[in-house]
């Protein structure tokens, strides 16, 4: 089935510096989502990305699907303690199952 | 609002116990999931429904067995629980290929 791998797994800023956060596959992705998990909380879903090339952006939130479907990241500009969390990347295939990377857990020093 | 319930968010058991974990999604979605969450590991998938009585393995299914008699139902068991258990448990819930939507998870602690 398909994999993805996840960087960085921890990340540490102040707060208003930006973040990024990476999905890579050896194999073409059909589609990408990405979630975000509060401290002490469930994944909530952000997004979906399913074309070649597809950028989305959610007020300080950008994502971007690579151009060959291999990649995915996840750009924070300015970030904000509210930021904090992990964030996961996931991807289906046929049978509508998600396989998620490990995750990035952000952390933001006010 | 859409909504994943799961029967405890706390749980606490002993070795060799049958512990059931409940999952309830009223959204009436066909895909329903079972994880297991632990610090390093990210979300490991241990079951997934694609339908009613229908049920898949996923990548970490030894240990575990579940039961979807409604739609709307997904049900974990450990049949002889083991302290290697403890963890987060999280269930979900999906259609077709659409996001998909998280329960509380329920923190299992087998002493």
């Known amino acids: 089935g398909q994999q993805v791998m996840q960087i960085p797994q921890y990340q540490h800023v102040q707060e208003g510096e930006d973040f990024t956060t990476y999905c890579n596959s050896s194999?073409?992705?059909?589609?990408i989502q990405w979630y975000k998990q509060r401290p002490g909380g469930h994944p909530v879903f952000l997004i979906q990305?399913?074309?070649?090339?597809e950028v989305k952006k959610q007020k300080r939130l950008t994502f971007q699907f690579g151009e060959a479907k291999k990649n995915s990241s996840l750009h924070i500009t300015a970030t904000q303690t509210t930021d904090v969390g992990t964030y996961f990347c996931?991807?289906?295939?046929?049978?509508?199952?998600?396989?998620f990377g490990k995750g990035t857990l952000l952390t933001v020093n006010p | 609002d859409v909504k994943v319930t799961q029967s405890s968010r706390y749980l606490v058991k002993r070795t060799g116990e049958k512990v059931f974990l409940e999952c309830v999604q009223d959204?009436?979605?066909?895909?329903m999931f079972w994880y297991r969450q632990d610090p390093g590991l990210g979300l490991r998938l241990i079951y997934f429904?694609?339908?009613?009585?229908?049920?898949e393995k996923g990548d970490i299914p030894e240990g575990y067995s579940v039961s979807r008699e409604k739609k709307e139902r997904f049900s974990l068991i450990l049949e002889s629980a083991s302290t290697n258990q403890t963890s987060m448990y999280l269930c979900?819930?999906?259609?077709?290929?659409?996001?998909?939507?998280f329960g509380p998870g329920t923190r299992l602690t087998v002493t």
């Open positions: 979900a819930s999906r259609k077709y290929s659409y996001e998909q939507y």
């Open positions: 194999t073409t992705l059909s589609n």
């Open positions: 990305l399913v074309k070649s090339g």
């Open positions: 996931g991807t289906g295939g046929s049978n509508y199952k998600l396989t």
């Open positions: 959204m009436d979605h066909e895909n």
């Open positions: 429904s694609y339908d009613v009585k229908m049920k």
